[in-house]
């Protein structure tokens, strides 16, 4: 099957309505994170589809569709890119990561990020060297910061837990609302996986975490258990202003 063949489906998906709700979804106003994004209005079932029937099309071809501007192409690429990498032998996933890595600035929303990076970038980087990650960590880009959190979804769900909390960490002062709520959502999936590990973090470092990130994190304890740490976190806030 060809690329246009290929294109010709997803249009054939598209919908106006669809694509009216993911500019609002999204946040597409000027100014908003999500600004430049063009929609077409294709749901994810619906590109899963099409990638499931087209399984051979070549990697060039899915290069150019994570470079594309219309976001759902792009979140298609990416679907192509983690299946090929999912059955790939060694070889192939360090193709597939560095062609990730090579057009990591077109990967610029959060559900592109959080469909692809625990599958390519964490999977990849599980048993290897991560100072990959503490690079994305550190960058002035948005995406590549998300990134960094989200690829570590792959090492919690492995029992791993230093990356996450080690990222965290750098991330506790980032300025982003979708830094803070992936943070968050990376600690709580900690807790899932080992509740004892995500307090004792939570107890050396609560006080000085942004309120929605430890919102996220706490999502699923005890309600008591909920107010103690946000009142603490809101006390802490109110003697650092006195200072």
């Known amino acids: 099957m060809t690329k246009r063949a290929v294109l010709k489906e997803l249009k054939a998906s598209a919908s106006e309505s669809y694509a ?8 597409t106003k000027p100014g908003a994170y999500a600004a430049k994004d063009i929609f077409i209005g294709v749901s994810v079932p ?11 099309l070549n990697q060039s071809d899915i290069e150019s569709f994570i470079n594309s501007e219309i976001h759902e192409q792009r979140l298609m690429g990416l679907i192509f890119l983690e299946k090929i990498y999912s059955s790939g032998n060694d070889k192939t996933k360090k193709t597939i ?21 625990p599958k390519i970038i964490g999977d ?22 998300r990134i960094a959190i989200v690829a ?27 830094i803070h ?5 990376m600690l709580r999936e900690v807790g899932k996986k080992d509740l004892m590990a995500l ?8 006080r ?14 005890p309600s008591k258990k909920r107010i103690k740490y946000l009142k603490g976190l809101i006390r802490q806030q109110t003697d650092d202003k006195a200072l």
């Open 20 to 27: 009216i709700k993911f500019k609002k979804f999204f946040k």
């Open 97 to 117: 990561y560095d062609l990730y890595l090579k057009n990591i600035r077109h990967i610029n929303n959060w559900d592109l990020v959080d469909i692809s990076a």
């Open 199 to 206: 307090e004792q973090f939570l107890e050396k470092h609560y």
């Open 124 to 145: 990849y980087l599980l048993f290897g060297n991560k100072n990959k990650l503490y690079t994305l960590a550190q960058s002035t880009n948005l995406w590549e910061r």
């Open 208 to 221: 000085v975490m942004p309120r929605t990130m430890l919102r996220y994190a706490i999502e699923k304890f």
């Open 46 to 56: 619906r590109i899963r589809a099409i990638v499931k029937r087209h399984p051979n």
């Open 152 to 178: 570590t979804f792959c090492f919690i769900k492995n029992g791993l837990f230093n990356e996450t909390f080690q990222i965290a960490s750098i991330l506790f002062k980032d300025k982003e609302d979708l």
């Open 181 to 185: 709520k992936a943070v968050g959502w």
